[in-house]
């Protein structure tokens, strides 16, 4: 069914009663985290339906892939999940490592997990602002943004971006992190857990925000599980199954941290989880601190990885292959690899596909908040409408990542 | 990770242990077309009329999460579209790949949505942007691009840029 513009009709579904009402949420709706358009089929204020039309923000970045070389991707792989870059980046990066079968320096990979990890902090800033927004507790987003702003800070100084990092490479990082990178990571570290505190004592003893979350937006680990809900929606719902303790991937075999759950399967188990899984981060970020190892940044690889400004300036060598990578990139052997980790929304994972060119065959992502979409509607049925955002809100979706 | 095991006799001889691969050789080992071992990853290659029985299959054997389905087109090579479905195991700690190579010309394969109701959106996006049909999926409509496009723009034969 559908009408000149594309879009599926209103009706109630054959069968309903006379009272049914369809309504329509989003896409430009402040409570829909970006252009998310849900059809709520209504009985009074009781959601009998609902389903998500999505597509608004596709920009067929899988189909782009196919036309860059291997290194202009990485750029690409920002703007997926404009909350959790370094996140993409690492995904991203290790499945074409894994392609080429290069080795990583382990100060690359240590770096590249305090990243990951600082990523998440980053994006579960960004989710509690947010969420306790839409359950009306506006003065929780002014904190944690004021947090994030010292993280995106610190990104800057890495990468000269703030959002848009592009700082994992194909075969390490993009450069030396600079000097006062550790000093400023641990000043930042070293008070965050207060700062969490302060967030668990605006919301968690909160009875209007405690109300809106406790028993709402039930989904059990089998629903979760057969829907394809992953990450912390996941372990909120008793399943205890993390990539990066079950599956590791860039070194963090070598770190030690818990991985929160709960059994409720509600909002409120959600929001437990997610503020457990910073104070988690920041412990691997401590540990990442004093454990980081001296040397290159970069695998020894100079016909994949882009020399430094200083030897390609110097050494005729250098100046050659940072001419014959940036004009024709660099052959990947044939073959197919899939890589996933665990993103802060849940597993992420690149199926990169490669038929022995200087550019991917076929590149597509795997992103968490694509598949929890599909557990909404089990979510919400049978709720008041009001509910909707707060589900909506706790499953923490982006939808870069879902229209990709 | 053990070395690369290529085609169906070499993975069956060196990795008779591996759950999922004797779980589908106990069943029906005819659907078992092909297989490899390579860079860590098992492909299984399943015929193209049995992959719901086999997801069915390998869900029983502890496969349980469905993770990811995506197609890639070979075009103009024959069989054309391969469909890729990645399932990770929470007991096993580990991860197999379904294969299954269909033709260019109308090219259909049975839905797995009804074993794993997660592949629902992923089955509905490789239908939207390869144009492939899934028998038996509850809701087959485009997801991505708008109720009225014509084209399927992941396929090897659209360009990049788009028509103009």
């Known amino acids: 069914m559908s009408n000149p513009l594309g879009m599926p009709v209103l009706e109630p579904a054959s069968g309903a009663h006379d009272q049914h009402m369809v309504l329509n949420l989003g896409p430009q709706h402040p409570s829909m985290h970006g252009v998310l358009r849900l059809v709520v089929e209504i009985d009074g204020e009781i959601v009998v339906r609902l389903y998500p039309e999505i597509g608004y923000l596709h920009t067929g970045i899988e189909k782009t892939c196919e036309a860059k070389f291997y290194h202009q991707v990485v750029p690409l792989t920002d703007r997926i999940d404009y909350l959790s870059p370094m996140a993409n980046n690492l995904c991203y990066a290790l499945a074409v490592e894994r392609l080429l079968e290069l080795e990583i320096p382990p100060k690359a990979q240590w770096l590249r997990v305090l990243l990951a990890e600082l990523t998440r902090l980053n994006s579960h800033l960004i989710w509690l602002g947010t969420h306790a927004m839409d359950i009306g507790a506006l003065t929780v987003f002014l904190y944690t943004f004021r947090e994030r702003e010292e993280i995106l800070r610190i990104f800057e100084g890495l990468s000269g971006q703030r959002m848009m990092t592009s700082y994992i490479r194909i075969g390490g990082l993009a450069m030396e992190p600079p000097l006062d990178f550790i000093a400023r990571v641990q000043g930042f570290i070293k008070s965050f857990p207060e700062k969490i505190d302060e967030y668990a004592n605006l919301l968690t003893g909160n009875p209007i925000f405690r109300n809106r979350l406790q028993g709402v937006g039930i989904l059990s680990a089998k629903d979760a599980i057969a829907l394809g809900v992953t990450g912390p929606n996941m372990r909120g719902s008793g399943v205890d199954f993390d990539l990066r303790r079950d599956m590791p991937y860039s070194g963090y075999e070598k770190f030690q941290f818990k991985v929160p759950i709960a059994i409720e399967g509600d909002c409120w188990a959600r929001y437990l989880i997610r503020l457990q899984e910073m104070r988690e981060s920041v412990g691997i970020i401590q540990q990442a601190l004093d454990g980081m190892p001296e040397g290159e940044i970069k695998a020894d690889a100079p016909k994949i990885v882009l020399p430094d400004r200083e030897k390609m300036k110097t050494q005729m060598e250098a100046l050659i292959h940072h001419f014959k990578i940036v004009t024709e990139g660099f052959a990947v052997p044939a073959g197919e690899v899939y890589q996933g980790i665990e993103s802060p929304r849940g597993q992420m994972g690149y199926y990169v596909v490669s038929d022995g060119t200087a550019k991917p065959y076929r590149v597509h992502m795997r992103n968490p908040s694509f598949p929890t979409l599909q557990a909404l509607e089990t979510m919400c049925k049978g709720r008041m409408l009001a509910d909707v955002v707060a589900v909506v809100g706790s499953i923490d979706i982006v939808l870069g990542e879902i229209d990709r | ?164």
Do not use: C
Request: overall charge negative.
């Open chain 2, 1 to 164: 990770m053990g070395d690369n095991l290529m085609g169906k006799t070499a993975v069956m001889e060196g990795m008779a242990e591996n759950p999922a691969l004797r779980a589908v050789l106990s069943w029906k080992p005819e659907a078992l077309v092909d297989a490899k071992f390579d860079r860590g990853e098992l492909t299984l290659t399943i015929a193209a009329d049995q992959i719901r029985a086999a997801a069915a299959t390998v869900q029983a054997a502890g496969y349980n999460a469905f993770e990811d389905m995506t197609a890639v087109d070979w075009h103009p090579a024959e069989p054309r579209f391969q469909l890729s479905y990645h399932i990770v195991s929470h007991p096993f700690k580990e991860r197999i790949r379904l294969r299954v190579m269909l033709g260019g010309d109308a090219p259909t394969v049975e839905s797995i949505t009804p074993v794993w109701p997660a592949a629902n959106f992923y089955e509905r996006e490789v239908f939207d942007l390869f144009g492939i049909n899934f028998e038996g999926h509850p809701n087959q409509r485009r997801i991505m691009m708008p109720d009225d496009w014509q084209g399927h723009p992941l396929r090897k034969d659209y360009p990049v840029e788009g028509y103009r």
